[in-house]
């Protein structure tokens, strides 16, 4: 265990978004098969690899002592439990489209259900740590270079930037739960170096079963662009290598380098800050307490049968517009398994299984 060091702080705000797709186009990144695919290929792991990382940090929260890590491992689970609610969707939207993301999905569902059943809590957590460096040093280099998505779909656009943002704003939470409470460098280099192995094989796994899909895995032309967009003397992957070999330093930390102007930028330019429920709190409180406060107002007003029976449901309804209930119990229940989405909006004979039930985020 080491010492945790004081470093920026972006704030971690969770955002309610509902990002609508209509009318995407099926090579929606810069009309290229290739690119499109790519990134295809990274959203169909997104949605189980959040739910792995909020398992694999919810873990220690009991043993974080302190009370600023404590709050920002809180928005981080929100966070991710929006990233992988709006990945669903869009992931949902390609499968009806033609799109066969699914066995993507599969995948991944069985690969972080191995590596929950046979690795140790800090083997997992040090994986997340490893998988969080990929996404925060790819977001900065989609926030910097306006090349990678200004021919994107614009509603693919801010769903990619949108995410970029909030890797941003969380890259160092997981980092800073394995320094406080694992804090083993070898057990920490080795994970980077296992994960970004099977990161590349399993991507480009993925998106080649998926150009095969559309008639496009023997395009040598398209290789040939994508691999110099990726790979070429100003690849967006290859300038991406010294930022990736700062994690293998000992002093190493993700704030190290602090990008916190161009975050600021982007949640201008977005408009994120109408997105951030100011209930950003509410979000958690709301898993904490889900809805009870009408209950007790139910038998204080049963002592008075005469009393107007329509006053009481005027304030119920108050309550519940208030309280997002709904969104905020999905944050809870984002590292179990999906199986039982259909049965949990379907208890309605029964209401009250109904409410205590929490809805798990789709896949």
């Known amino acids: 265990m080491t010492a945790r060091q004081q470093h920026p702080d972006a704030g971690i705000t969770v955002r309610r978004m509902d990002f609508e797709f209509s009318n995407v186009p099926r090579y929606w990144a810069d009309k290229d098969p290739h690119f499109t ?114 021919n994107f779909d614009p509603s693919m656009m801010k769903l990619w930037l949108w995410h970029a943002v909030e890797e941003s704003e969380h890259k160092g939470v997981a980092f800073d739960v394995y320094q406080d409470i694992v804090g083993d460098y070898r057990l920490r280099i080795r994970a980077m170096a296992v994960t970004t192995f099977f990161f590349i094989m399993h991507t480009t796994w993925f998106q080649a079963r998926l150009l095969k899909a559309d008639g496009k895995l023997f395009d040598v032309r398209m290789w040939l662009k994508g691999l110099d967009r990726m790979w070429g003397r100003k690849g967006h992957f290859r300038k991406l290598i010294p930022s990736y070999l700062q994690y293998f330093r000992p002093d190493f930390h993700p704030w190290q380098h602090d990008n916190r102007a161009v975050l600021e930028k982007w949640k201008r330019e977005l408009n994120l800050d109408d997105a951030a429920v100011g209930k950003k709190t509410v979000a958690v409180a709301a898993v904490v307490e889900p809805v009870p406060a009408p209950a007790p ?67």
Do not use: W
């Open 37 to 150: 695919h790519l990134l295809n290929a990274l959203s169909a792991t997104f949605p189980e690899g959040e739910r792995f990382f909020v398992h694999s940090v919810r873990h220690f929260q009991d043993r974080i002592t302190d009370p600023v890590l404590r709050q920002q491992v809180s928005a981080f689970i929100g966070q991710e439990a929006m990233h992988a609610k709006e990945h669903s969707h869009y992931n949902e939207y390609a499968r009806k489209h033609g799109i066969d993301l699914g066995f993507i999905e599969n995948f991944a569902r069985q690969r972080m259900a191995f590596i929950k059943g046979k690795m140790s809590p800090e083997r997992q957590l040090a994986i997340t740590c490893a998988l969080e460096h990929f996404t925060a040093i790819l977001a900065e280099q989609m926030l910097t270079e306006p090349d990678i998505f200004e």
């Open 297 to 363: 107002a139910t038998p204080a007003r049963a002592a008075r049968p005469r009393q107007p029976a329509a006053a009481k449901p005027a304030k119920a309804r108050t309550v519940t517009k208030a309280i997002p209930a709904p969104k905020a119990v999905k944050l809870k229940s984002l590292d179990k398994p999906t199986a039982k989405a259909a049965t949990g909006s379907k208890a309605g004979a029964r209401p009250r299984k109904t409410q205590g039930g929490a809805e798990p985020v789709p896949t």
